[in-house]
Antibody
Framework: EVQLLESGGGLVQPGGSLRLSCVAS????????MSWVRQAPGKGLEWVST????????YFADSVKGRFTISRDNSKNTLYLQMNSLRAEDTAIYYC???????????WGQGTLVTVSS | EIVMTQSPATLSVFPGERATLSCRAS??????LAWHQQKPGQAPRLLIY???TRATGIPARFSGSGSGTEFTLTISSLQSEDFAVYYC?????????FGQGTKVEIK
């Protein structure tokens, strides 16, 4: 059974930093691309970033480019999102998501809440 | 960036009735279109990929159709557990983009 468990969310001041983690199990982590998708309170889904499985290519939404970094540690089955220069508009639930070989998102974690406020 | 537009924003349906949800892409995404369901307080769940293929464990009352720029999700006979928000997502181009969602509510 695929499981994705996010952690690292919390309250941070504008301009601050936070690192999210997602521990994966139930599949061969290194074989699959992984993504972060966020959802602001009461709003829809917004794709944030994707990292390839073995090629480690990275992709970012314009809204976070230059501020966020995505990485993975295949030896620990863990995905990361380093978030710097945080803004109020980054406040959201951040979901970790597994990508299928086709490119769609086939499994979602339960999410971790990030609140950016003074 | 490909803009995904869903309609209607809210759909009010009686249990047992058919629901038809639409998703339009601002340019062709071929068949690289997925539908996700999200219930209140829960993470999304993949329903359909490749525009028309049901994901593992998804009931046959859910069906998807379309290609290019016009897509439809049909729920043939709504059950109580189907009242939720539905999002389409294209995975043909970067950045990946979602529609704004259609809320299916009980009439």
């Amino acid at each position: 059974e695929v499981q994705l468990l996010e952690s690292g969310g919390g309250l941070v001041q504008p301009g601050g930093s936070l690192r999210l983690s997602c521990v994966a199990s139930g599949f061969t982590f290194s074989n699959y691309a992984m993504s972060w998708v966020r959802q602001a309170p009461g709003k829809g889904l917004e794709w944030v970033s994707t990292v390839g499985g073995r090629d480690n290519n990275t992709y970012f939404a314009d809204s976070v480019k230059g501020r966020f970094t995505i990485s993975r540690d295949n030896s620990k089955n863990t995905l990361y999102l380093q978030m710097n220069s945080l803004r109020a508009e980054d406040t959201a639930i951040y979901y970790c998501a597994k990508m299928s070989p086709r490119g769609d998102t086939d499994y979602w974690g339960q999410g971790t809440l990030v609140t950016v406020s003074s | 960036e490909i803009v995904m537009t869903q309609s209607p924003a809210t759909l009010s349906v009686f249990p047992g009735e058919r629901a038809t949800l639409s998703c339009r892409a601002s340019q062709s995404v071929n068949s690289n279109l997925a539908w996700h369901q999200q219930k209140p307080g829960q993470a999304p769940r993949l329903l359909i990929y490749g525009a028309s293929t049901r994901a593992t464990g998804i009931p046959a009352r859910f069906s998807g159709s379309g290609s290019g720029t016009e897509f439809t999700l049909t729920i043939s006979s709504l059950q109580s557990e189907d009242f939720a928000v539905y999002y389409c997502q294209q995975y043909n181009n970067w950045p990946r983009t979602f529609g704004q969602g259609t809320k299916v509510e009980i009439k």
